[in-house]
């Protein structure tokens, strides 16, 4: 096998009620998410830079898109310091499954939140 730069090359994070999923979103990341129909799939585009040529992710609502606690674990970058989108997390209608903790000094630290659709979904931060 050859090596890869990334394991994950996408993310996609399923919703049923979209609205209510982007609001949450654009809530704990404190941006305006962007949004494009792709098919008969609807799409939120996670931030990131796309300059920087890095790993990217959306929200999806359609056919097949079903939000679970039970599937996939996504970490999501949540910056320097995942307390900052962690703290919002309940503000805007999700709750707090994990809290902040350290795996080592060269991993950093992750948490778990579900958000509004049911889904597990996993923080990273180095501080």
Sequence with gaps: MEKL???VVWA?????NFDRAKAFYSRIYDYDMY?????????????MDPDARGVGGAIVQG???????????VYLNAGNDL???????SLAGGKVIQPKTKITDEI???????????NHVCLHSMN
Excluded: C, W
Aim: avoid cysteine; hydrophobic fraction near 35%; aromatic fraction near 10%.
């Design 83 to 89: 307390s900052l989108v962690l703290n919002r997390v």
């Design 108 to 118: 950093g630290y992750y948490a778990v939140f579900e958000d509004t659709e049911g």
């Design 35 to 47: 949004e494009q129909m792709m098919g008969h799939h609807r799409m939120g585009f996670l931030p």
């Design 63 to 73: 056919q097949g898109y079903t939000p679970s606690a039970l599937g996939s674990k």
């Design 12 to 16: 996609e994070i399923p919703v049923l």
């Design 5 to 7: 730069k990334d394991a």
